[in-house]
């Protein structure tokens, strides 16, 4: 993990949860794990740096066949301000807390191993 700034590209990772979950309607839908992802210092929150007015996040788990499906989403508060296939672009508020989450959708042969994580890259965009 590294530090986030404006413009600069954040790479943080959570162990995945397995177990199904979610609705048959919306995004994510139904899935197969689920992974919070913490800030280098462990919070769930991150915030908007000064300077940021949009944030890319891109799931860039290493390893995966072609067939695994994921979606990445990200929450202000309590909603949903992004969900999507892999990776979004949404509008932010310098200063605001946003929380970020990878939905796994399918597991393809063969699953993630045990103990793996799955990786979140987040950029913070002028």
């Given at each position: 993990?590294?530090?986030?700034m404006?413009?600069?590209a954040v790479t943080?990772?959570?162990?995945?949860?397995?177990g199904?979950?979610g609705?048959p309607?919306?995004?994510?839908?139904?899935?197969?794990?689920i992974a919070?992802?913490?800030?280098?210092?462990?919070?769930?929150t991150w915030?908007?740096?000064?300077?940021s007015?949009s944030?890319?996040?891109?799931?860039?788990?290493?390893?995966?066949?072609?067939?695994?499906?994921s979606?990445v989403?990200?929450?202000?508060?309590?909603?949903q301000v992004a969900?999507g296939?892999?990776?979004?672009?949404?509008p932010?508020t310098?200063g605001?807390?946003y929380?970020?989450?990878?939905y796994?959708?399918n597991?393809?042969?063969p699953?993630p191993?045990?103990?793996?994580?799955?990786e979140l890259q987040?950029?913070?965009l002028?």
């Open positions: 993990m590294s530090r986030s404006s413009g600069v943080s990772s959570a162990m995945p949860r397995f199904p979950g609705n309607v919306g995004c994510p839908g139904q899935y197969q794990a919070r992802i913490p800030t280098p210092t462990g919070l769930l915030t908007a740096p000064p300077g007015t944030c890319r996040i891109t799931d860039v788990t290493p390893g995966m066949p072609a067939s695994y499906v979606r989403e990200a929450v202000k508060v309590i909603t969900c296939d892999h990776t979004v672009t949404f932010v310098a605001s807390k929380s970020f989450t990878i796994v959708i597991v393809p042969p699953p191993a045990t103990g793996v994580a799955l987040i950029e913070w002028p």
